[in-house]
């Protein structure tokens, strides 16, 4: 049985609850939250009876000495909690972002290491059905490699609250997913980046609601992203919309069900080259998704196995070095590289 404390029971705590009641041989042993109340609320909505509910991590995990901590608190807390989790020895999985900069998240990396426990991020774009896909689709080399990677996200929610006055809002809060699947399916590293940030006049954010940005991922890769949190009309799905342009032809994903692909085929029609649908394959069995379940699951595993779980701080520190890179590019107008110390 591994034994967890949760801490920070705001509302996305529910999808960690939802999916740590799935799993045999978890048991939630501590809720903490800064308000006792909405804690006890939160381990009465899931029956959690007899486990310890506090407002001080250091304390709670006194009490139950247990195996892991699930950090669900904002991202100007997660340094502080890595350290009292990493004092207690125990392993961690943290809700995205790893952290709020780039001195805190490597620090927390740096923490983990020390302490020889694993960490992980809740990075559950990877664990989409469709990034799985194309990625194996992609290693097949049946369109050869990929050479430009295009992602358009556009939609408009009125979140309220505190997105709505923060600062680089769209690069901050979400554009990590983004980010981080572009740098899975086309297996890049980020080197250099290019971004504008603006507020258009039908925007209800106070900065950062829409940007674009160009990404060197090395090996002759670029990846372009556009995207918007105010634009209404022909919203792109949650996870973007694709085209992934390779050597030998091209794959859109819609970001839902659609995903189609094309190859070069023999002769010419006219200018062009001609192209004939190719299949991409179905999800293999051996492909881990399930979001957060998913992702609590591998973090699972490696910690019974000795071994590293895919969304380990150590490789999700590139992608949250993208959004930092992104959001200086934005600040100062020019083209920043992406160094060994940043990531």
Request: negative net charge.
């Amino acid at each position: 049985m591994m034994n967890v404390v949760l801490v920070g029971c705001g509302a996305m705590s529910r999808q960690w609850l939802d999916a740590a009641r799935q799993i045999d041989g978890l048991a939630i042993v501590g809720l903490v939250d800064l308000d006792a109340e909405r804690a006890k609320a939160r381990a009465h909505e899931y029956d959690l009876t007899g486990i310890v509910i506090g407002t001080s991590l250091d304390a709670v995990l006194d009490q139950t000495g247990p195996d892991a901590v699930f950090d669900v608190v904002v991202p100007a807390a997660r340094r502080e909690v890595a350290l009292s989790a990493f004092a207690h020895n125990c392993h961690l999985l943290t809700e995205k972002p790893l952290a709020d900069s780039p001195e805190n998240a490597r620090a927390i990396v740096e923490a983990a290491r020390q302490a020889g426990r694993i960490h992980a991020v809740v990075q559950n774009r990877r664990y989409v059905a469709n990034v799985r896909r194309i990625r194996r689709f992609l290693d097949s080399g049946a369109i050869g490699a990929a050479t430009s990677i295009h992602a358009d996200f556009f939609v408009a929610p009125h979140f309220g609250g505190f997105r709505e006055e923060m600062a680089h809002v769209l690069l901050l809060d979400m554009a990590i997913h983004t980010f981080d699947a572009a740098r899975y399916m086309a297996g890049g590293e980020p080197a250099s980046v290019y971004c504008q940030e603006w507020e258009p006049a039908n925007s209800w954010y106070r900065q950062g609601s829409s940007a674009s940005a160009v990404f060197d991922l090395g090996d002759g890769k670029v990846f372009t992203y556009a995207g918007s949190w105010c634009a209404d009309g022909f919203r792109t799905s949650w996870e973007g919309s694709w085209r992934i342009v390779a050597e030998r032809g091209s794959l859109i994903w819609d970001g839902h069900d659609l995903l189609t692909a094309e190859v070069v085929a023999t002769g010419r029609d006219g200018l062009f080259a001609k192209t004939q649908p190719i299949e991409v394959p179905p999800l293999d069995p051996a492909d881990r998704v399930g979001g957060h379940l998913g992702i609590i699951r591998d973090f699972m595993h490696a910690i019974e196995t000795g071994t590293e779980p895919e969304t380990r701080g150590t490789d999700n520190i590139k992608s949250l070095a993208m959004v930092f890179s992104a959001i200086e590019s934005a600040e100062t107008g020019r083209r920043v590289a992406i160094s060994q110390e940043t990531r």
